[in-house]
């Protein structure tokens, strides 16, 4: 028996396709493009990260919020167990909501942070039967309503990075390597993994123009929506792939710097949001387990001149990194920083910070 009665509220798909559920959450309509999560675990770091802007995400772990939510503990400016400071999801879908919660590290409740966030959840709905027709139709739109209908919202019309990053520089760190951060919507988690080594990471707006800066490796973060919005960041990250500097970018990062380099991107059917994706390290046998949350990937065969595919996922064969042939500068399409999710590319982050001692020799 559950405590408490919930308010009964739909949610709607672009298609026609309607499902009646319980709110647990924020009581009020919204909507946006909704996508599908398989990861098990995660859903703190899901909700805060800034690469969900505008999309409900539908969980397809059958039981959700039986460990809570974590305390807001800050380390180096940044809240511990999140990747943002807030919640960038429009909304929650899920099939069974865990009212109580047990975990040595828990302060609240899902359904108490979700609402203290303003921000809709709703439980009940066959999640089963959602993911199988956002599968076979492709991401659509959605809305979630109560009493008051609401028209359908398309994020893809607005510049979501510029609603993510940053507005002015944020300094972390005191080390020797100088890493300038480019904020499309970064994981908290990146910038945590960066200042385990001898690092500054000096964090800047998706459009500031560093190529004057004092640096030594360049770092274009993850972020939401389609990666041909960002064109002032994409200019300055082509005048930069220009010199010898070691660059590493991330999902949007990566498709950025693929489109600086002249390859194309294109829009997923319906995206890779999940733990556990394999890829295979190109002209090696060597297989990784990763985590990944894209809904834009980069056309392998439009890569150009010294450009070369890094990575491949082997469920579908689309592009998971490009490096160049000569300059140290490389991306991925998944996230070694994977939090929640398997760690097993993190090495990147070590190889990218011996580039740098390199190049400064």
Known sequence: MRDKNYRKARLILEDGNEFIGWSFGFEKGVSGEIVFNTAMTGYPESLTDPSYRGQIIVLTYPS???YGVPSKMEEEGLY???????IHATGLIISDYSEKFNHWNASQSLGSWLKE??????????????????REKGTMLAKIVFDQEISFYDPSTVNLVDEVSVKERIVYGKGKNRILLVDCGVKSNIIRYLLRYDTTVIRVPWDYDYNAEDFDGLFISNGPGDPTMCQPAISHLRQSIEDERPVFGICLGHQLLSLASGAETYKLKFGHRSHNQPVLEVGTNKAWLTSQNHGYAV?????QGDWLPYFVNLNDNSNEG?????KPIFSTQ????????PTDTAFLFTHFVNAI???KK
């Open 117 to 134: 966030e303003g921000v809709p959840g709703l439980f009940g709905i066959d999640t089963r039967r959602l993911t199988k027709i956002i």
């Open 357 to 359: 001692e390199t190049w």
């Open 64 to 66: 959700i919020g039986n």
């Open 80 to 86: 511990r167990f999140f990747e943002s400071d807030r």
């Open 322 to 326: 490009i490096r160049h042939r000569t």
């Open 299 to 303: 056309k392998t065969e439009t890569l």
């Open 334 to 341: 998944f996230h070694p920083e994977a939090s929640s999710g």
